[in-house]
């Protein structure tokens, strides 16, 4: 969602703008542009649709050494060139990119620009205007004016600005949207995600909240809102850039879903000692130890993932789980337990839905957890401890890897709790063995991908609706199961549990409806799930079996190998992250980057 890049002090900024934006693609927007200048000139250069587009617009003919680029994600107003970024001030003077959402715009806009003229809808664009009207109609010298600015403008922002009168400083603002300052020499970036700058640099200066600051080609000052000067480390980032590519792979969803057996040994090997023995930070099974309650806050496939980690949390530590949808408990948080502990599972660690009740929960004095795939990312520095996913840059909008280490880390942290505190159970449960079947299970899913694909042409063929139905972790998984196949296929698709479709829901099934069913885990429970199939076959359903193989009937239609009933949903899942992707595939749709989508979503 919306990305930031730019640059100053380089010969090449072009390039790197363009090249940068390419990497931000994957966050998702449906426009972009960039603003590149040199002593003398300025150019802007603005396109909708893809990154390609803009390159063609912009040749061999536009060259610079300072320049930001962007790619929106259009919230205020439509994607057109006049509401795609940069943006200019009335007198063309100042260009400003940004990411998030001014709440007040409009207030600013009556109270500040009357006479002014406005080229597009956006929020951005009153900003850069109050910008250069507070220069230009008011006197203030450019620091002082984008100061100024900021404490008018309500609302969430990462901002790039640039004088083009004097063309050697970026400067730059954040509140509650992700922004990085890469380091070079010679030369600084800056950037919404590491990701976008690997190529030029991996030394990285964090920036927070309320923080603004001023980039040159050999420094970068941090300073509060009220001028003082921040004194701040940077950090070198683990990233390869081997990682982000997508080698002979057609859509980088494929890639990530073949990586998930590579991933599940990864994390066996970072949450074990050198004598196998399960390791979790001693400050963080302390943490669960003290709570009464683990609160799991996360959106989406994260929220998803949450409840496939709800039974086997419960189990191995004895404390009670309770979910929460983030966008819902930023507004309203319900009636908590004596010492809860907020455990946030996020792969991107920037979303602002979640990010809003952690910001809550720190208020509150509440201890928290972030899960997540990306260290240094805000719900990581802002919760009290971090477990990451080590599943590797994930790139398609459709999260899929993150999904399964999410599952997969949790169950080291229930593991880890459980021993600690003396549970049999836990102590009984013997992860790392059962991760490494869980591996071996993803590969014997994947190596069946052709037969999967065939399956899929048949069933979902042209349909406009389905529904995945499972009970107990498999009824979990349906929910991350129907996600998938919808966002990325459009096709509609409910995920239930399988006793409740009888209870309204079922007069939705009619002569050939798509019935996906989870099978799995107990013999008596899967014949339960098999009645419910009769159920709508019996009412014209055309039904698709996932199957544990021990419990498979003839008929079946896809088995996955057996694995430990804790880890059920990470392997029910691989058959359902395939069937999405093929689904997707066969309507040529783009699969990596599904309509109105972003992979990072950073306004609430
Ligand atoms: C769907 C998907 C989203 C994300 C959600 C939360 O495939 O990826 O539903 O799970 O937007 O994002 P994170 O996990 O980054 O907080």
Same mark, same amino acid.
């Given at each position: 969602m919306?990305?930031?890049?730019?640059?100053?002090?380089?010969?090449?900024?072009?390039?790197?703008?363009?090249?940068?934006?390419?990497?931000?693609?994957?966050?998702?927007?449906?426009?972009a542009?960039?603003?590149?200048? *040199?002593?003398?000139?300025?150019?802007?250069i603005?396109?909708?649709?893809?990154?390609?587009?803009? =390159?063609? =617009?912009?040749?061999?003919? #536009?060259?610079?050494?300072?320049?930001?680029?962007?790619?929106?994600?259009?919230?205020?107003g439509?994607?057109?060139?006049?509401?795609a970024?940069?943006h200019?001030?009335?007198?063309?003077r100042?260009?400003?990119?940004?990411?998030?959402?001014i709440?007040?715009?409009l207030? +600013?806009?009556?109270?500040?620009?009357?006479?002014?003229?406005?080229?597009?809808?956006?929020?951005?664009?009153?900003?850069?205007?109050?910008?250069?009207?507070?220069?230009?109609?008011?006197?203030?010298?450019?620091?002082?004016?984008? !100061?100024?600015?900021?404490?008018?403008i309500e609302?969430?922002?990462?901002? /790039?600005l640039?004088?083009?009168?004097?063309?050697?400083?970026?400067?730059?603002?954040?509140?509650?949207?992700?922004?990085?300052?890469?380091?070079g020499?010679?030369?600084?970036?800056?950037?919404?995600?590491?990701?976008?700058?690997?190529?030029?640099?991996?030394?990285?200066?964090?920036?927070?909240?309320?923080?603004?600051?001023?980039?040159? !080609?050999?420094?970068?000052? #941090?300073?509060?809102?009220?001028?003082?000067?921040?004194?701040?480390?940077?950090?070198?980032?683990?990233?390869?850039?081997?990682?982000?590519g997508?080698?002979?792979y057609p859509?980088?969803?494929?890639?990530?879903?073949?990586?998930?057996?590579?991933?599940?040994?990864?994390?066996?090997?970072?949450?074990?000692?050198?004598?196998?023995?399960?390791?979790?930070?001693?400050?963080?099974?302390?943490?669960?130890?003290?709570?009464?309650?683990?609160?799991?806050?996360?959106?989406?496939?994260?929220?998803?993932?949450?409840?496939?980690? =709800?039974n086997?949390l419960?189990?191995?530590?004895?404390?009670?789980?309770?979910?929460? +949808?983030?966008?819902?408990?930023?507004?309203?948080?319900?009636?908590?337990?004596?010492?809860?502990?907020?455990?946030?599972?996020?792969?991107?660690?920037?979303?602002?839905?979640?990010?809003?009740?952690?910001?809550?929960?720190?208020?509150?004095? +509440?201890?928290?957890?972030?899960?997540?795939?990306?260290?240094?990312?805000?719900?990581?520095?802002?919760?009290?401890?971090?477990?990451?996913?080590?599943?590797?840059?994930?790139?398609a909008?459709?999260?899929?890897?993150?999904?399964?280490? $999410?599952?997969?880390?949790?169950?080291?942290?229930?593991?880890?709790?459980?021993?600690a505190?003396?549970?049999?159970?836990?102590?009984?449960?013997?992860?790392?063995?059962?991760?490494?079947?869980?591996?071996?299970?993803?590969?014997?899913?994947?190596?069946?991908?052709? #037969?999967?694909?065939?399956?899929?042409?048949?069933?979902?063929? *042209?349909?406009?609706?389905a529904?995945?139905?499972?009970?107990?972790?498999?009824?979990?998984?349906?929910?991350?199961?129907?996600? !998938?196949l919808?966002?990325?296929?459009?096709?509609?698709?409910?995920?239930?549990?399988?006793?409740?479709? !009888?209870?309204?829901?079922?007069?939705?099934?009619?002569?050939?409806?798509?019935?996906?069913?989870?099978?799995?885990?107990?013999?008596?429970v899967?014949?339960?799930?098999?009645?419910?199939?009769?159920?709508?076959?019996?009412?014209?359903?055309?039904?698709?079996?996932?199957?544990?193989?021990?419990?498979?009937?003839?008929?079946?239609?896809?088995?996955?190998?057996?694995?430990?009933?804790?880890?059920?949903?990470?392997?029910?899942v691989?058959?359902?992250?395939?069937?999405?992707?093929? /689904?997707?595939? $066969?309507?040529?749709?783009?699969?990596?980057?599904?309509? *109105?989508?972003?992979?990072?979503?950073?306004?609430?």
């Open positions: 919306c990305g930031i890049v730019g640059v100053v002090g380089s010969t090449n900024a072009t390039d790197i703008l363009i090249q940068g934006l390419e990497k931000l693609e994957y966050r998702g927007y449906d426009s542009g960039i603003f590149v200048a *040199n002593e003398n000139q300025g150019q802007l603005k396109s909708v649709g893809r990154i390609a587009d803009l =390159k063609a =617009k912009v040749g061999d003919a #536009v060259e610079g050494t300072i320049g930001i680029g962007h790619t929106r994600w259009a919230t205020h439509k994607p057109t060139e006049d509401n970024h940069p200019r001030s009335q007198t063309e100042f260009v400003l990119v940004h990411n998030g959402v709440e007040n715009y207030q +600013i806009k009556e109270e500040y620009l009357t006479g002014h003229t406005l080229k597009g809808q956006t929020d951005t664009e009153i900003a850069v205007h109050l910008i250069g009207k507070l220069v230009e109609e008011d006197g203030m010298d450019v620091l002082e004016a984008f !100061k100024k600015a900021l404490s008018i609302g969430s922002y990462a901002f /790039a640039i004088d083009s009168e004097n063309t050697d400083t970026i400067y730059v603002a954040k509140n509650k949207s992700p922004l990085l300052i890469g380091l020499d010679g030369y600084n970036m800056i950037c919404s995600d590491a990701i976008a700058m690997i190529r030029e640099t991996n030394e990285y200066m964090e920036i927070h909240d309320k923080e603004l600051v001023v980039v040159t !080609k050999d420094s970068v000052e #941090v300073q509060d809102y009220q001028g003082n000067v921040i004194e701040r480390d940077s950090y070198t980032a683990e990233l390869d850039l081997s990682d982000i997508k080698g002979t859509f980088y969803m494929l890639k990530e879903i073949d990586e998930q057996p590579t991933v599940m040994r990864k994390l066996i090997s970072k949450y074990t000692d050198e004598t196998g023995r399960v390791t979790v930070d001693d400050d963080i099974v302390k943490a669960v130890q003290d709570a009464d309650r683990l609160y799991i806050i996360a959106a989406g496939t994260s929220y998803h993932a949450g409840f496939a980690s =709800k086997t419960e189990a191995l530590t004895g404390k009670p789980v309770e979910l929460g +949808i983030a966008s819902e408990w930023g507004y309203h948080m319900p009636l908590l337990s004596q010492k809860p502990l907020f455990i946030f599972i996020s792969q991107s660690g920037e979303t602002a839905d979640s990010r809003q009740v952690l910001v809550k929960a720190n208020e509150l004095g +509440i201890p928290s957890l972030t899960v997540t795939n990306v260290p240094g990312s805000t719900l990581s520095r802002e919760a009290s401890y971090t477990m990451l996913l080590h599943a590797g840059p994930e790139i909008v459709a999260s899929t890897k993150a999904y399964t280490a $999410q599952v997969a880390t949790l169950a080291f942290l229930a593991k880890a709790v459980g021993e505190s003396g549970k049999a159970e836990a102590k009984a449960f013997d992860l790392v063995h059962e991760l490494s079947i869980v591996a071996q299970s993803i590969e014997a899913t994947l190596s069946e991908k052709d #037969v999967i694909a065939e399956k899929v042409e048949t069933l979902l063929g *042209n349909t406009r609706n529904f995945y139905i499972g009970r107990g972790n498999d009824y979990y998984v349906t929910m991350e199961a129907a996600l !998938k919808k966002e990325i296929s459009y096709i509609q698709t409910e995920g239930f549990a399988a006793g409740e479709l !009888k209870h309204g829901t079922i007069s939705l099934i009619e002569d050939g409806t798509p019935v996906l069913a989870l099978i799995s885990g107990d013999e008596a899967a014949a339960h799930t098999r009645g419910n199939v009769q159920e709508v076959v019996a009412r014209g359903a055309n039904a698709l079996t996932i199957v544990e193989e021990d419990l498979a009937r003839e008929g079946d239609d896809i088995l996955v190998n057996k694995v430990h009933p804790f880890l059920t949903a990470i392997s029910m691989i058959p359902a992250q395939l069937i999405a992707y093929f /689904a997707s595939l $066969q309507r040529g749709l783009d699969v990596d980057k599904p309509r *109105n989508l972003a992979k990072s979503v950073t306004v609430e």
